[in-house]
């Protein structure tokens, strides 16, 4: 039984789903809709693992050639938004640091109790004003 007529058609669907979510998450980063590409890169990674234990399935055994160049196309435009990606974390990155200010300490509250955070280490808005 020859691959390509036994599985072609599950083939191109999978294909076809990985396709549909790339543009999903590409057009949600374009939009800058932080919900909607969470959404779109879950559902991305499901039908991408999908493909990807489908053709583990099939190791040893000759892919149809349009199949061969849109899995290498998926490849390309997942590198692509993998740049994308970190290009816009870098963007808010620098929105964030515009907006708040620099922090000399990781911590939120302070320095432990007794540290100089006021007398016992209370911290100073709890401090009476007596």
């Known amino acids: 039984m020859n691959f390509a007529r036994s599985t072609a058609m599950p083939l191109n669907q999978m294909l076809d789903g990985v396709e ?20 779109s890169s ?18 040893g055994k000759a892919l149809p050639a349009d199949a061969l160049r849109r899995i290498r196309k998926i490849s390309d435009l997942l590198a692509v938004q993998r740049d994308n990606l970190a290009r816009l974390s870098a ?37 009476s004003a007596g």
């Open 42 to 59: 879950m559902q991305l990674r499901q039908v991408s693992v999908q493909l990807a234990q489908a053709l583990e399935g099939v190791q």
């Open 91 to 127: 963007v808010a990155d620098r929105q964030a640091a515009s907006v708040l200010p620099p922090s000399d300490n990781a911590s939120t509250y302070g320095k432990a109790s007794g540290a100089g955070n006021g007398p016992g280490g209370v911290a100073r808005i709890y401090r």
């Open 20 to 39: 549909e979510q790339l543009a999903a998450v590409s057009a949600a980063m374009v939009a800058m809709d932080p919900a909607t590409l969470e959404q």
